[in-house]
T-cell receptor
Framework: ETGVTQTPRHLVMGMTNKKSLKCEQHLGHNAMYWYKQSAKKPLELMFVYNFKEQTENNSVPSRFSPECPNSSHLFLHLHTLQPEDSALYLC??????????????FGPGTRLLVL | DQQVKQNSPSLSVQEGRISILNCDYTNSMFDYFLWYKKYPAEGPTFLISISSIKDKNEDGRFTVFLNKSAKHLSLHIVPSQPGDSAVYFCAASVSGTYKYIFGTGTRLKVLA
């Protein structure tokens, strides 16, 4: 248990559906991240939020829409996805302390299948 | 272009022996390196890290070595245990960017 939870753990959706992934961290951290992990590929950074402000969008298609209502919660809204978007989506958080080298804490991930 | 590479997708080791997992990087600006362990159906779990001002960091059975001139780091697990069987990711970061670049992972299997 890393203090970062993700729901749902598994999701199957059609290409016309709209769904949302949720991440919650109970660590008092100030930065949250979305990553995508596809088979045999490195973790790909998607979005970074620092103190609820988006600071990184790694050229992610607009069919992925993040939302960070507060420092503890992060959402990834999905719509009109493609089959190649099927992957494991991981949420992570860090304290975001100035001048510190930080470790990321990951949630268990949501396994997404787009049909 | 992959900045962090783990060239061995898998490794099998006998229980009690040493496991050595390797990682190479290309960006000389990286100054903080981490190893994560991942079991199936779980997220990556932090294992050990090293700052570029050091060349070795040890935590119990786990030791990470950093060779800056070769842009290479390795994770040593001694002695290896069956519970160490997992996928191991190395990651690198430039201080202040708060971005972490991951390798593709090495699947370690420790045979009883």
């Amino acid at each position: 248990e890393t203090g970062v939870t993700q729901t749902p753990r598994h999701l199957v959706m059609g290409m016309t559906n709209k769904k949302s992934l949720k991440c919650e961290q109970h660590l008092g951290h100030n930065a949250m991240y979305w990553y995508k992990q596809s088979a045999k590929k490195p973790l790909e950074l998607m979005f970074v939020y620092n103190f609820k402000e988006q600071t990184e969008n790694n050229s992610v298609p607009s069919r992925f829409s993040p939302e960070c209502p507060n420092s503890s919660h992060l959402f990834l809204h999905l719509h009109t996805l493609q089959p190649e978007d099927s992957a494991l989506y991981l949420c992570a958080s860090t304290p975001r302390l100035a001048g510190q080298k930080e470790t990321q804490y990951f949630g268990p991930g949501t396994r997404l299948l787009v049909l | 272009d992959q900045q962090v590479k783990q060239n061995s997708p898998s490794l099998s080791v006998q229980e009690g022996r040493i496991s050595i997992l390797n990682c190479d990087y290309t960006n000389s600006m990286f100054d903080y390196f981490l190893w994560y362990k991942k079991y199936p159906a779980e997220g990556p779990t932090f294992l050990i890290s090293i700052s570029s001002i050091k060349d070795k960091n040890e935590d119990g059975r786990f030791t990470v070595f950093l060779n800056k001139s070769a842009k290479h780091l390795s994770l040593h697990i001694v002695p290896s245990q069956p519970g160490d069987s997992a996928v191991y990711f190395c990651a690198a970061s430039v201080s202040g960017t708060y971005k972490y670049i991951f390798g593709t992972g090495t699947r370690l299997k420790v045979l009883a």
